[in-house]
């Protein structure tokens, strides 16, 4: 019998397009940047709300010889807080849009002044300490840089690992069992230009859509990881081309692996699951 693995937590995608115009005079030097946000930490069961309050974002352009680049662009300088449960599975909400210089750019700082998780059954939420986030930034390095080019759009995508960045304090079975969360974010960067994307739907051995799958796809290690929705949906987004594996788990039935799926770039692949239940343990 095999052993289902469920992950717990999806990601954070906060979306970028950087487009430079066409027009040769000095103002084209300017493209237009857009910043959305995407995905849900939680199983949204237990968890009423969960929320970041970015309060500023800026940008380095790299620089070559210069260890520490070009001095940083605030790109934004006005809170926004977003309920991190409104946005799943591609779902996305501006952040930013304005001009920027084209050129390569190599890291981002996101300043976060307040995170929060209202839990079901708890009347006050949680409100959790944001390390070095309101005075030094959330340092993001893009690797390899993302070139901005003249006449073109470049979109860079974010990936806010929750699973890894909202750390449960307690027992997570039960709402009355968890403590607290710590916040210790873990992000990625991905040329979304360059990227691909993954979705689908899992059903059951009756073509029932099924809620709460963990979906998960690795190369080597785990990239990205999603929950299905009512409708058994998922999607996975800023997948760089290549080979992977994805996996599909809930409790009750067994893991179904699926090997050498293909992430195209610029497109987006289909991939559905059929899960069957896990045969019962026959007690000897």
């Known amino acids: 019998m095999k052993k289902a693995h469920v992950f717990i937590g999806a990601i954070i995608g906060l979306f970028i397009l950087f487009s430079t115009g066409c027009q040769d005079v000095k103002n084209d030097e300017l493209g237009t940047l857009i910043v959305r946000l995407t995905d849900a930490p939680f199983p949204i069961d237990m968890i009423d709300a969960a929320t970041v309050n970015i309060v500023k974002v800026e940008i380095r352009k790299k620089s070559e010889g210069e260890e520490d680049g070009y001095p940083y662009i605030t790109v934004m300088d006005e809170p926004k807080e977003f309920n991190l449960l409104d946005l799943r599975n591609g779902v996305m909400a501006d952040l ?35 390390p070095s986030g309101p005075q030094t930034g959330i340092k993001i390095f893009i690797d390899p840089a993302v070139n901005v080019v003249g006449g073109l759009s470049t979109e860079l995508l974010l990936d806010f690992s929750v699973e890894n960045s909202f750390l449960l304090q307690g027992n997570m079975n039960s709402p009355a069992g968890i403590k607290g969360f710590h916040f210790k974010p873990v992000i990625r960067a991905v040329n979304n230009s360059t990227a691909g994307s993954v979705e689908g739907v899992v059903v059951d051995a009756d073509d029932v859509e099924m809620e709460g799958v963990s979906v998960w796809i690795e190369q080597e290690t785990v990239i990205t990881t999603a929950s299905t929705d009512v409708e058994g949906y998922y ?43 896990t045969e019962p343990v026959e007690e000897e």
Do not use: H, W
């Open 235 to 277: 999607s996975m987004l800023g997948l760089p081309a290549g080979f992977y594996n994805l996996f599909a788990a809930i409790e009750g039935f067994e893991t179904d692996t699926i090997e050498n799926v293909q992430i195209v770039e610029g497109n987006c692949t289909t991939q559905n699951f059929k899960l069957s239940p």
């Open 96 to 130: 930013i849009e304005m001009k920027i210089e084209p050129g390569s750019y190599d890291l981002i700082r996101l300043y976060v002044d307040e995170a929060g998780i209202a839990v079901k059954g708890y009347v006050e939420p949680f409100k959790l300490k944001v």
